[in-house]
């Protein structure tokens, strides 16, 4: 499954959970540190009253772009699955919402990554939340057995991400729905720019125009697709045949047909 690509991100993402500090590099669209360096990438991420008790472990490897939680409607009892996890931020939000009856299960490629997520976790002496090595466009998860997929800043990194979203299908049970945030554009990067694996990793030049975006969504089969916000990014200095870049948030539902 590794190409190049996932050689660069998890490069990138392994040497970011090897530093005790967290701070992201001025160009990147993933923003850091839940609430103080993400202010840089426009609005704060996450609400103050949401990450109250989360570890600064936690909040401190805070990689995203948004908040895919709240736009997710958690139900007590629910199985979410968090693509591209980090250091589990989103999947300890949800396990709160969800509660003991529910169970959360975040997957990431970088084995870094998942010893911070699984060192949180015996931190925080949470039971509900499992963390998968694996690559999202192959998810480690059974067919049908998912109610609500997340992703915060990730999918944008994939080089397959029509993979993704058929993975994403596969697993969701039918009604499942979609919450993700994710960086997009108005608009494509030059072939040249896309070639730039570094700024690909920097969650920049693997973003995709969004109505490519949610075009992929829809082939996947996925129905009652909504851009529920899309905020431009200022850290992200444009260059010549960039395109406009978002941060956007992103819902859609698996038909309820079995
Ligand atoms: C920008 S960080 C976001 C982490 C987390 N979602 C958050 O909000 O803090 C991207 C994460 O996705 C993981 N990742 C990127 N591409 C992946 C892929 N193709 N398969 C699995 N994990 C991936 C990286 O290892 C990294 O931990």
């Known amino acids: 499954m590794s190409n190049k690509i996932h050689d660069a991100v998890q490069e990138r993402y392994g040497a970011i959970a090897r530093q005790l500090n967290v701070i992201q590099p001025a160009e990147s669209a993933c923003c850091g540190s839940a609430n103080e360096i993400a202010a840089d990438c426009g609005p704060k991420l996450y609400d103050d009253a949401l990450l109250e008790g989360l570890p600064v472990d936690v909040t401190g490897l805070s990689l995203g772009c948004g908040d895919p939680v709240s736009i997710a409607s958690l139900r007590e009892g629910e199985t979410v699955l968090d693509l591209g996890s980090g250091g589990g931020i989103d999947c300890f939000l949800a396990a709160k919402q969800v509660g003991e009856s529910g169970y959360v299960i975040g997957v990431d490629m970088t084995p870094d990554m998942l010893a911070k997520a699984n060192a949180n976790k015996v931190k925080m002496g949470v039971e509900n939340v499992e963390f998968r090595k694996g690559y999202i466009e192959d998810l480690p998860v059974r067919d049908n057995t998912i109610d609500v997929v997340m ?24 009604g499942g729905r979609v919450s993700i945030s994710d960086i997009v554009t108005e608009g494509n990067f030059t072939d040249a720019l896309r070639a730039d694996l570094s700024q690909w990793a920097e969650c920049v030049t693997g973003a995709i125009d969004v109505e490519a975006y949610t075009g992929l969504m829809r082939k996947a089969g996925f129905v009652t ?21 978002f941060s956007a948030r992103i819902t859609g539902y698996k038909p309820n047909i079995s």
């Open 225 to 245: 697709i909504e851009v529920v916000d899309k905020v431009e990014t200022g850290v992200v200095n444009r260059k010549p045949g960039m395109p406009r870049i």
């Open 151 to 174: 992703s915060n800043c990730v999918i944008n990194l994939s080089p397959d991400k029509t993979a993704v979203f058929s993975e994403v299908f596969r697993v969701l049970k039918p």
